[in-house]
């Protein structure tokens, strides 16, 4: 079992910046291809970006591109999300996400998915 919490949301204003964190423990967690996932109130949960257990791979939404970076920490287990740039558009909850398999972790389908962290975005 791993276990996902998600921290580091909070309320920003347009064109400012925020890191969200994910701390994974549990079964061999350092070994999971992880990424993150957001979902705006009404909407789908959406593909936000993704990496590699060791980092050699990455993936982001094109809605992300140039604004968001994804990065992990693999001594602490940890994955983060720098968001720059930030729109009223990014405005959602925040979900970390964890598979041996990255493929799974793009198309949502990891095993295991944190509890979310909130992140507002002003206008």
């Known amino acids: 079992q791993v276990q996902l919490v998600e921290s580091g949301g909070g309320l920003v204003q347009a064109g400012g910046s925020l890191r969200v964190s994910c701390a994974a423990s549990?079964?061999?967690?350092?070994?999971?291809?992880m990424g993150w996932f957001r979902q705006a109130p009404g909407k789908e949960r959406d593909f936000v970006a993704a990496?590699?257990?060791?980092?050699?791979?990455?993936q982001y939404a094109e809605s992300v591109k140039g604004r968001f970076t994804i990065s992990r920490d693999g001594a602490k287990n940890t994955v983060y999300l720098q968001m720059n740039s930030l729109n009223p558009e990014d405005t959602a909850v925040y979900y970390c996400?964890?598979?041996?398999?990255?493929?799974?972790?793009?198309?949502?389908?990891?095993?295991?998915w944190g509890q979310g962290t909130q992140v507002t975005v002003s206008s």
């Open positions: 996400a964890a598979d041996v398999r990255f493929s799974a972790v793009v198309a949502g389908a990891g095993a295991y």
């Open positions: 549990g079964r061999t967690s350092s070994m999971f291809n």
């Open positions: 990496i590699t257990w060791g980092g050699a791979n990455i």
